[in-house]
């Protein structure tokens, strides 16, 4: 891989699993994992990856990725999930998610495909995806959300 790509892929990392407001809190961290940028870089980094800014858990606006099909995407999987889902529980770190069977491994890739804030992975059987999460308040949130779905 080029640098520019290396740097880019660090880059939709970052913004994925930090909340990063700023061009100057997005060079800190890149120099933190060994890249050394310029803010004109970043800036054409930021054009090239298309990013944007939403309001982020925290209330303030963040980088997030562009996906113009986001809403569509993101609607398929919402139904994929309505039609999957029969309950979920959060256990600690995991939240148990109970599918029709046969079904968990196309709920555990729309689960993944939607990107949640706080996702580690998922593991699917035939009727149950565990999805780990990076703490017990985002696996009680992730439970709540599948139960909204299911609603």
Same mark, same amino acid.
């Given at each position: 891989m080029s640098v520019r790509k290396d740097r880019q892929s660090m880059i939709r990392e970052l913004i994925r699993n930090d909340q990063i407001s700023t061009q100057d809190e997005l060079i800190q961290k890149l120099r933190e994992k060994g890249f050394e940028v310029t803010q004109a870089t970043v800036s054409r980094d930021i054009k090239d990856l298309k #990013?944007? !800014?939403?309001?982020?858990?925290?209330? !303030?606006?963040? /980088?997030? #990725?562009? $996906?113009?099909?986001?809403?569509?995407?993101?609607?398929? /999987? $919402?139904?994929? #999930?309505?039609?999957? #889902?029969?309950?979920?529980?959060?256990?600690?770190?995991?939240?148990?998610? !109970?599918?029709?069977?046969g079904m968990a491994n196309a709920a555990a890739v729309a689960i993944e495909a939607m990107e949640w804030d706080g996702l580690v992975g998922t593991i699917a059987g035939d009727d149950t995806v565990f999805v780990l999460c990076r703490d017990e308040a985002g696996a009680a949130k992730f439970a709540e959300t599948m139960s909204g779905i299911l609603s």
């Open positions: #990013l944007i !800014k939403k309001v982020g858990e925290s209330g !303030k606006s963040v /980088y997030c #990725l562009n $996906n113009d099909d986001s809403d569509m995407v993101s609607s398929r /999987y $919402n139904a994929i #999930l309505a039609e999957a #889902l029969v309950s979920s529980e959060a256990a600690g770190h995991i939240c148990a998610v !109970k599918t029709h069977s």
